[in-house]
């Protein structure tokens, strides 16, 4: 099957520890930016608007805006993640707050970056989780021409690389690539040959191929690809690819 490429091209993330005083002096850069507090609280200026950040609070900044920020509270942490984005996910800067389990995917991130316990390549595919799951993506309208249907397949190819670990609905795939349901599984018959879940179901297997040459276990690949069990992981691989998980 193609390469499945992500949503988001993470150029550089890290965890940052704040203290009081703390300042980050005016700055751009040529990519996304975003920075979500996770406890504590900032002073964040974009493009010489103040803005005040306090836990479960974050923005997204554009490329080549201005930022700089101050540190208000006594301690806390903050995620920051440089990325690269096609859709684009905002032109200027966005506000943005995490409900519950939005915080908890990017603390579980930010663990994960601080004790350095994971590959970049999961890394990577955990911030393009939170990503989609904070980031109101539009992916645009296509129309029934090929070309228009082609593009829908890889915006849908790209969105379910972007989401394995909950995993989307069908009717979920087609609302945020804009298309039918019926036009998005004809569109799939037409340029993959199969329906739009076995595709997903392939992505997810070619994600756990690459996590599995990585040294990551079986348990937590098939967590990490949305399988209920180890398994199931492990029945669905093997038909797949026609070898065992273990084999790898």
């Not at 150029?11 to 203290?19: A, E, G, I």
């Not at 409900?99 to 930010?110: F, G, H, S, V």
């Not at 955990?126 to 992916?139: K, Q, V």
């Not at 994600?207 to 398994?231: C, D």
């Amino acid at each position: 099957m193609s390469e499945i490429k992500d949503l988001f091209n993470v150029q550089h993330m890290h965890v940052t520890d704040l203290s009081k005083g703390m300042v980050f002096a005016k700055h751009r850069h040529n990519t996304s930016q975003l920075y979500a507090v996770l406890d504590g609280e900032v002073s964040y200026f974009c493009d010489d608007k103040n803005f005040i950040l306090r836990s479960a609070d974050g923005i997204v900044i554009a490329p080549g805006k201005s930022r700089r920020l101050e540190v208000l509270s006594s301690s806390g942490k903050a995620l920051v993640v440089i990325f690269e984005d096609d859709i684009p996910v905002t032109q200027n800067m966005k506000l943005l707050h995490l409900n519950n389990y939005q915080l908890e995917t990017a603390r579980k991130l930010a663990n994960a970056i601080s004790g350095k316990i994971e590959p970049q390549s999961i890394l990577n595919m955990r911030f393009n989780y939170l990503a989609t799951e904070l980031f109101n993506i539009d992916f645009g309208t296509f129309s029934t021409s090929e070309n228009d249907s082609f593009k829908a397949c890889l915006a849908a190819d790209r969105l379910m690389g972007a989401n394995l670990e909950k995993l989307l609905k069908l009717d979920d795939i087609a609302r945020l690539v804009g298309v039918s349901r019926a036009g998005l599984e004809r569109a799939f018959r037409k340029h993959h040959g199969v329906s739009v879940m076995r595709r997903y179901r392939m992505i997810r297997v070619a994600a756990a191929r690459k996590m599995l040459e990585k040294g990551v276990s079986i348990s937590e690949t098939a967590y990490l690809t949305g399988f209920s069990s180890p398994q199931h992981f492990a029945t669905v691989f093997k038909a797949e690819t026609k070898i065992s998980p273990s084999d790898i």
